[in-house]
């Protein structure tokens, strides 16, 4: 016993308190699993006291689009086709100030209407630029190919 040390080392204590800590989460992850089987259970046996609550899409494109953006949804494409035009004739700085002028909530709603989704509900202006942009170029290379109708 003499050369044993009866005290834990501080190490030997974190790793101790870090295995009661998982033991601890191991314990709520069972709790959750049951809480959950034994409401879908309920749901199951009482649809009716359980009623599911539905969001009809268009209502969530609209409330993030109507963040009082100013221009209409025509203005934005005739403003993105004469972007893409100045893309290709190989102007890209006044493009891109092109856009800089356009307020968040504008640059927003032309994002939803090119159809760009992000992982983000509220993405910063540099992800919607950068989204809005791609699309952008993707619009160029297919007029290289295409004609498009002005």
Not at 34 to 42: C, D, F, P
Not at 48 to 72: G, R, W, Y
Request: aromatic fraction near 6%; avoid cysteine.
């Amino acid at each position: 016993m003499p050369d044993k040390d009866i005290f834990f080392t501080r190490e030997q204590e974190a790793k101790r308190l870090n295995n009661e800590l998982f033991e601890i989460k191991e314990i709520l992850r069972e709790i959750t699993r049951k809480i959950s089987s034994i409401e879908s259970r309920a749901r199951r046996a009482y649809p009716s006291v359980f009623p599911k609550k539905k969001i009809p899409k268009e209502a969530k494109t609209q409330k993030i689009s109507a963040d009082v953006a100013a221009l209409n949804k025509e203005q934005l494409f005739h403003l993105f086709d004469e972007v893409v035009q100045r893309t290709k004739d190989g102007d890209w700085e006044n493009a891109k100030k092109m856009f800089d002028d356009i307020s968040y909530p504008d640059l927003n709603l032309l994002r939803i209407e090119l159809g760009v989704t992000l992982k983000s509900n509220k993405p910063s202006r540099a992800i919607v630029m950068k989204a809005i942009n791609g699309r952008v170029q993707e619009s160029v290379l297919l007029t290289k190919h295409t004609m498009r109708p002005k």
